[in-house]
């Protein structure tokens, strides 16, 4: 970064905490002057194009103050970013264009629903949309903000028909992605798709400078998007584009195949990731001196600690301490390999001495930020490493973290820790995560439960489904390693399971076996069309690994063995969002589960109408459960 920009962003405070109030994180306080002059020094260097590195530097601390600020320094901040984007300005030594205004489009789309008129008034600005580099991160924002506002779809869709063909080429892959929650929707995107490639050749013909066997290639490369869009939103599997359309004119009036999107498939989230791949697991240990805070050297070892974090593979049975379960292995076993945890850092930081416990409790959201605070400061801690989309802030989607604090007794719980910024060698970082709570004594299921909140799962204790999901109810202090897994909602929401569909009115029958990958007979889903999407049945097999080979390892201790049955509800409807319905006569929140033999009562839904269907429950040669209705 050269010694002048070094001097400017000390003299801004970037690397101080001068920025973000600390009294209360509740309270933002706009118009600062040290904002103003950050996006001031901001806008200079942009203006110069032999300066890019430097501007770019300084694009992500600006960027990162936007979710931090009021009204005021909020226009300043994305003014300032969409000024940017508009740059077309080279530097003398450089014939390739500059890097800010790109990086600039992408930061765009990262301010929300702030950022919609801006990215709409740039993609059809004619200078930035004649530039794919621009355009590309422009259009996914804008699909992106189409997940939660219509008004961000329909200029999506209207944008499919510009007369720039790179709009559409840049639309139409992000549109493949795209999870409308009805098939109204559904059939929206489709119907504007298909018209607008229709005539997309003829906008490339329009297209001044393009060689004719280029041309060819823009017109194939954007019919095979284009088809791969309309498959995915209908989940269909035409071989080519007649064949498709021949099949949307027999069925754009007709009900579509419902996709497992519309019953909340991959929905869970955190700041918009879903828990997919990896994600950096910390664990602190904080250990405070006097009355009530044993040491840990008198309770559990830092080793118990990483091994009950990382350990890939623990063999049952679990003991405290000697061989504890593991979180990591707890989350790739429900994943179903989908989602793992891995080291932050170290993985396991402290003991850290906090000193003497505050004299009033400020509460777990900053005693955590004074906690993570001392992290960085005392035991190594890198957050930059850990800005997984440079912006200059570390969330939720980017680190999960656990804080281990020698308080007896301690109630475990999960809270969003108070903002901190630090400063280490990789640049400041604003730090604001979910952080799940646990003590000395707290056993394997809790602190399972809470880092589970950190995921953005629920609660589900409210109606019973004791020993069902890691989401019930468990002793506070029992210091053991009992473990029941996820429900089959939670996994459902969270994208690591796809159940198989059926309306519960046609009669047919269906093995139900273990969720595990690449497994076709796994859990079951019964909807019917006129009470919509929003309220479900979902069956799905269990058994405690001491019960039933091979049951997967951590649900261990779940209550029984057998097929539970999900009810699951919107909350407008007055029942539990899910409950479990449990054996012989679907008690609300019973944790008896379906064996072989078993006939259900006719199942209703919540607003009381019966459904005239009923489980019959029998078993396969192999000793799998197997459910007719």
């Given at each position: ?140 924002g804008l699909v992106k903000l189409a997940l939660g506002s219509p008004d961000a779809l329909e200029a999506a869709l209207r944008m499919l028909d510009d007369s720039n063909p790179r709009l559409f080429m840049a639309l139409t892959p992000g549109l493949a992605a795209f999870e ?450």
């Amino acid at each position: 970064m050269g010694l002048v920009l070094s001097c400017v962003l000390a003299f801004l405070g970037i690397v101080q905490d001068s920025v973000l109030p600390k009294a209360d994180p509740n309270r933002i306080v706009d118009d600062l002057p040290e904002v103003r002059r950050r996006v001031e020094t901001f806008e200079k260097l942009a203006k110069d194009p032999e300066r890019d590195a430097e501007a770019l530097t300084l694009l992500d601390s600006v960027a990162a103050l936007y979710a931090h600020s009021g009204p005021h320094d909020r226009g300043r901040i994305l003014n300032s970013i969409v000024a940017c984007v508009r740059l077309f300005d080279a530097p003398r030594r450089m014939d390739e264009a500059r890097n800010l205004p790109v990086a600039a489009a992408e930061r765009l789309t990262g301010l929300g629903t702030d950022a919609l008129r801006p990215i709409q008034g740039l993609l059809v600005d004619s200078r930035v949309n004649k530039e794919m580099l621009r355009v590309a991160p422009l259009a996914a924002g804008l699909v992106k903000l189409a997940l939660g506002s219509p008004d961000a779809l329909e200029a999506a869709l209207r944008m499919l028909d510009d007369s720039n063909p790179r709009l559409f080429m840049a639309l139409t892959p992000g549109l493949a992605a795209f999870e409308p929650d009805t098939q109204a929707r559904r059939k929206r995107v489709c119907g504007a798709l298909l018209p607008a490639c229709e005539t997309f050749s003829v906008r490339v013909d329009r297209e001044r400078g393009l060689p004719g066997d280029e041309r060819a290639r823009i017109v194939e490369n954007a019919n095979v998007a284009t088809l791969a869009t309309l498959n995915a939103l209908t989940l269909q599997e035409q071989s080519s584009l007649p064949a498709f359309k021949a099949w949307y004119a027999r069925n754009k009036l007709q009900g579509w195949p419902q996709s497992l999107r519309a019953f909340g498939y991959r929905r869970m989230r955190v700041n918009g990731h879903a828990a997919l791949g990896t994600r950096p697991l910390l664990v602190v240990l904080a250990e405070y001196t006097g009355a009530g805070h044993p040491p840990f050297s008198t309770t559990h070892p830092a080793r118990y600690y990483d091994e009950l974090a990382f350990r890939p593979a623990p063999a049952r049975p679990f003991s405290t301490p000697e061989n504890p379960a593991s979180l990591s292995a707890f989350v790739q076993e429900n994943s179903n390999g989908r989602f793992a945890f891995i080291r932050a850092g170290a993985g396991v930081v402290g003991p850290l001495n906090m000193g003497g416990f505050y004299e009033v409790d400020p509460g777990p959201e900053q005693r955590s930020a004074d906690i993570l605070a001392r992290a960085a400061a005392l035991g190594g801690m890198r957050f930059s490493d850990l800005d997984a989309d440079h912006d200059g802030s570390v969330g939720s989607d980017e680190l999960v973290v656990v804080i281990v604090e020698n308080i007896v007794p301690l109630l475990p719980a999960n809270r969003i820790s108070a903002p901190i910024v630090v400063s280490d060698p990789g640049g400041t970082t604003t730090v604001s995560v979910a952080v799940a709570f646990a003590g000395p004594s707290t056993p394997f299921f809790q602190i399972a439960h809470e880092t589970m909140h950190s995921l953005g799962t629920e609660d589900l204790y409210g109606s019973g489904n004791d020993m069902l999901t890691t989401m019930g109810a468990y002793s506070f202090d029992s210091d053991d390693q009992a473990s029941v897994g996820l429900d089959a909602w939670h996994k459902l929401v969270l994208g690591w399971i796809e159940p198989r569909v059926y309306q519960v009115q046609a009669s047919a029958g269906a093995a139900i076996d273990f969720d595990r990958l690449n497994r076709t007979n796994g859990s079951v889903l019964f909807w019917d069309p006129s009470h919509g999407p929003g309220e479900f049945f979902l069956l799905e097999r269990r058994a405690s690994v001491d019960q039933e080979e091979p049951a997967p390892l951590y649900d261990a201790n779940v209550a029984d063995t057998g097929v539970v049955i999900w009810h699951v509800a919107s909350p407008s409807s007055g029942a539990p969002k899910i409950a479990a319905c449990g054996a012989p006569s679907l008690a609300v929140g019973g944790n008896s589960m379906w064996k072989s033999g078993a006939l259900s009562p006719t199942l209703a839904w919540s607003d009381g109408i019966g459904t005239h269907t009923s489980f019959q429950f029998t078993s396969t040669s192999s000793g799998s459960p197997f459910v007719t209705w």
